[in-house]
Nanobody, 114 residues
Framework: QVQLVESAGGSVQPGGSLRLSCAAS????????MEWYRQAPGKRRELVAT???????GYADSVKGRFTISRDNNKNTVYLQMMSLKPEDTAVYYC????????WGQGTQVTVSS
């Protein structure tokens, strides 16, 4: 099993920045990929960014060039650096770890509003 603990989100103004973190514990050697998803009210959960065991990254078109996913292997932590935030980035953000199963963090609220 894998346990995921996300940092607190927050509220920022449009154009602002925020960094989320996700600390993994448990069977971390089984993790093939770490991902960030988000879910806005009334919408489906959507994939935002991914990072593989080998370090390859991928992004949704809506965040490409503004968000960066990275990891610190020494801390077993994955980060999502979000810049140039827009009101449409407002959502609950979830960290996910993929082994032969998928594990989820508890979710953290990010609100972008003036």
């Amino acid at each position: 099993q894998v346990q995921l603990v996300e940092s607190a989100g927050g509220s920022v103004q449009p154009g602002g920045s925020l960094r989320l973190s996700c600390a993994a514990s448990g069977s971390i050697l089984r993790i093939n990929e770490m991902e960030w998803y988000r879910q806005a009210p009334g919408k489906r959960r959507e994939l935002v960014a991914t990072i593989t065991r080998g370090g390859s990254t991928g992004y949704a078109d809506s965040v490409k060039g503004r968000f960066t996913i990275s990891r610190d292997n020494n801390k077993n932590t994955v980060y999502l650096q979000m810049m140039s935030l827009k009101p449409e980035d407002t959502a609950v953000y979830y960290c996910s770890a993929v082994t032969s199963l998928r594990y989820w963090g508890q979710g953290t609220q990010v609100t972008v509003s003036s």
